[in-house]
Each structure stands twice: as C-alpha cells, then as structure tokens.
C-alpha cells in the first residue's frame, strides 16, 4: 500500500523559514516523479513543485520560484520542500504527492496535508 | 501558462440524478487531464487519469470524457457520498494547473 506521510508543518513568522519532510512507503520511490501541492484555507487547490525520479529536475510555481526548494533523499524515502522567505499567502494545507507512473505526472497518490501558518 | 476554467461552481442535485462538470483548457492538454474529489478535511482522491481512465477502485458511475480543450466530468444516479468538491487538473505542461473546483450537494 502506497503511503505518504508528511511532517514539519507549523506556525511561523513572515520572513521565516520551514522544511517540509514526505516519508514515503509501500512503492519503489526512485522510480517516481513526486510533487507537493498546497491548499489555502477554503481555496482550491495550487501545484508548488515537482521532482523528477532520478532529482536531475526540478520545477517550481512562479509564486514559489526563489524561495522554495524540492529534493529528494533515495535512501531514505524522502521527499522535501525547504521553504524560505515565507509570506502569509504561504499559509496551507501542504500535500506530497506521487505521480502517477513513468508515464504520466498525474498526481495519483496523496499525503494526509501538513499545515503551515505564516503568520506574525 | 495553461488556464483551466471549471463550471459550474456549485451545483444541487438529488440522490439518483446525473450532473454533468466541465473543464476547459486555455490550450490544448491532449489527454493529459484528471479528475480529483475531495472531502472536506482530507486529502483529494484521483477519479480520472488520461481524461477517460478509472483509476483503481472508483465507481463506474463517474465518467470522464474529452481531449484538447474540452473536458466533462459525468456522475450518474448521484450517491450521498458523491458530496463532495471536485476538481481537474491539467499536467500536460508545466506550471500545471488545477480547475477552480466544483462544490456538489446532494
């Protein structure tokens, strides 16, 4: 079974910096393209980042291009998301995500969401 | 960037009608186009990939068709559990994008 298990989510400062961590399980994760996604309170749903299975590329939201950074850890399952420079229209629900296969980048399986309120 | 305009915004229905959601792409996707449920507090649930493909376990009674620019989204005889708000996803260039969600109440 396919799980994605976020954590580091919390209250910070504008200005302030968070990293945000994915262990994942149940699937061959350096095979896998994986991507994070955030959601505002009461606001649909943004693509942040994404992260090519081997890390070679990554791909970033013009809204978080600058301050944010993806990577990856293969020996431990992991995905991250450094996030610096944080503002309040930061503030969401943040979920890991997998693609679908090596085929298609569809966001097929998801976290439960960390929460992240910047906020002074 | 790719645009997804999603309608309607909302929609009311009862227990056993078909509703019908949109999504059109500002350029063309090919079939690059999902479709997503989420529940209020959790995480959302892939329906559709390839804009006509069930993913594993979902109900028959929800349909994707369409390619390009024009996408739809069917849910036949609606279940209490379809209440729900949905939305597509276009990843066939990046930045990819979402549609701006469909809530339905039943």
């Known amino acids: 079974e396919v799980q994605l298990v976020e954590s580091g989510g919390g209250l910070v400062k504008p200005g302030g910096s968070l990293r945000l961590s994915c262990v994942a399980s149940?699937?061959?994760?350096?095979?896998?393209?994986m991507n994070w996604v955030r959601q505002a309170p009461g606001k649909g749903l943004e693509w942040v980042s994404s992260?090519?299975?081997?890390?070679?590329?990554?791909y970033y939201a013009d809204s978080v291009k600058g301050r944010f950074t993806i990577s990856r850890d293969t020996a431990t399952s992991s995905l991250y998301l450094q996030m610096d420079s944080l503002r309040a229209d930061d503030t969401a629900v943040y979920y890991c995500?997998?693609?679908?296969?090596?085929?298609?980048?569809?966001?097929?399986?998801w976290g439960q969401g960390a929460l992240v309120t910047v906020s002074s | 960037d790719i645009q997804m305009t999603q309608s309607p915004s909302s929609v009311s229905a009862s227990v056993g009608e078909t509703i019908t959601i949109t999504c059109r792409a500002s350029?063309?996707?090919?079939?690059?186009l999902a479709w997503y449920q989420q529940k209020p507090g959790k995480a959302p649930n892939l329906l559709i990939h390839?804009?006509?493909s069930f993913q594993s376990g979902v109900p028959s009674r929800f349909n994707g068709s369409g390619s390009e620019t024009d996408f739809t989204l069917t849910i036949l005889g609606l279940q209490p559990e379809d209440a729900a708000t949905y939305y597509c996803?276009?990843?066939?260039?990046?930045?990819?994008?979402f549609g701006g969600g469909t809530k339905v109440e039943i």
């Open positions: 995500t997998r693609s679908l296969n090596s085929a298609s980048d569809i966001f097929a399986f």
């Open positions: 149940g699937f061959t994760f350096s095979t896998y393209n």
């Open positions: 992260i090519t299975s081997s890390g070679s590329y990554v």
């Open positions: 350029q063309g996707v090919s079939a690059w």
């Open positions: 390839a804009a006509s």
């Open positions: 996803l276009q990843a066939h260039r990046y930045p990819f994008t």
